[in-house]
């Protein structure tokens, strides 16, 4: 069996993924529209087997259900992840954009300012910002323990 095709990462760098997401969701003119892009980048996140839909892999944190599997080493860590929310899915696929593909090093390195810049922070409710925050913490962890 062939390993699934990687979706990320899809820019160079951290840096050329947040800026690549601010410009998307600056073509939007209302939070409605952002919304429905979320959802429609969520969809677009990779299969992720239901056999690892486990608590071990399970995110604490969001109301919603989040899984998240770390690959890799300090040279190149990778993240699987998903949710039964539509929306966090489309926080998950923007995560999973800047970081996962890069060295733990450029992980550890790089702040999420997409969310501040996009405005996301104000529109997501605190259990969805919970669960973000959880996620990014997740990542950062890794990296911290492949670094």
Excluded at 4 to 21: G, K
Excluded at 58 to 65: A, E, K, N, T, V
Excluded at 95 to 121: C, F, K, M, Q, W
Aim: overall charge negative.
């Amino acid at each position: 069996m062939s390993e699934p095709a990687q979706l990320f990462p899809m820019e160079p760098t951290a840096a050329d993924a947040q800026r690549a997401i601010v410009e998307e969701f600056a073509f939007f003119g209302d939070w409605s529209e952002r919304y429905q892009y979320l959802i429609d980048l969520g969809r677009k996140l990779p299969p992720f087997p239901d056999a690892l839909k486990t608590e071990e892999h399970r995110l604490h944190g969001c109301q919603s259900m989040i899984w998240i599997v770390a690959s890799g080493d300090a040279a190149k860590l990778d993240f699987a992840a998903a949710s039964d929310s539509t929306i966090v899915s489309g926080l998950v696929f923007l995560a999973l954009r800047v970081h996962s593909g890069r060295p733990a090093a450029e992980i550890l390195a790089t702040n999420a300012d997409y969310i501040r810049e996009i405005g996301l922070a104000q529109h997501l409710s605190p259990t969805r910002s919970g669960g973000l925050d959880a996620l990014l913490a997740f990542i950062r962890d890794a990296a911290r323990q492949a670094g």
